[in-house]
């Protein structure tokens, strides 16, 4: 069955450390991977996606299609990376049950 | 700049009431969605439309029904709330064809059913 896991429900670093957000996903194609990010008090929005390959935010994720995983990760955290992140493989609109990242000062 | 708007930002309603959640979106997007967001369990999909007049369910359609009259509208329906729905309500929309691209979110709407 298809299906998108984030195993930690609560991340917390202190400001500066790296972070790794954990995705994995079960699906016999060729997926389409995102992470979504909710802020406090704001709506959710897209962070980034697999195929654009790109840094937002300094956040990156790289599509490991042998290990199916789609970790999130950023090399010094910053206290407004604090949020709820979600992973989501889209072409079957699943949602993983999302992380939330807290980053001390 | 893609707006996506629901009616309401917070909504208290009885055990046994019709409820209706309005969503419009402005960006002329072909695809709409229904998710409910519960800590713990993620978003998960109620019923989406890829076309006015057309709908398809998600995983946890029971319960609801949905509307799409007019491309820029998507309604969900709770025939008879039950306290289990209460919840926060998102819509989102998106472009084209199938499901492989960006969602765009509205602010949602808490639902309290007593």
């Known amino acids: 069955a298809q299906r998108v896991t984030q195993p930690e429900k609560l991340l917390s670093v202190f400001k500066g450390a790296p972070v790794e957000l954990k995705c994995n996903y079960s699906y016999s194609g060729s997926p389409e991977l995102f992470w979504y990010v909710q802020y406090s008090r704001q709506r959710l929005q897209l962070l980034l996606r697999h195929i654009s390959r790109e840094s937002i935010k300094g956040f990156t994720a790289d599509l490991n299609k042998g290990e199916t995983s789609f970790h999130l990760k950023k090399p010094f955290a910053q206290e407004e990376d604090s949020a709820m992140y979600y992973c989501?493989?889209?072409?079957?609109?699943?949602f993983g049950t999302g992380t939330r990242l807290q980053v001390f000062p | 700049d893609v707006k996506v708007t629901q009616s309401s930002r917070y909504l208290v309603k009885r055990t046994g009431e019709k409820v209706f959640l309005e969503c419009v979106q402005d960006?002329?997007?072909?695809?709409m969605f229904w998710y409910r967001q519960d800590p713990g369990l993620g978003l998960r999909l109620i019923y989406f439309s890829y076309d006015v007049k057309m709908k398809e369910k998600g995983d946890i359609p029971e319960g609801y029904s949905v509307s799409r009259e007019k491309k820029e509208r998507f309604s969900l329906i709770l025939e008879s709330a039950s306290t289990n729905q209460t919840s926060m309500y998102l819509c989102a929309s998106s472009l084209g064809q199938g499901n492989r691209n960006e969602q765009f979110f509205g602010p949602g709407t808490r639902l309290t059913v007593l």
């Open positions: 960006m002329d997007h072909e695809n």
């Open positions: 989501a493989l889209s072409d079957k609109l699943i």
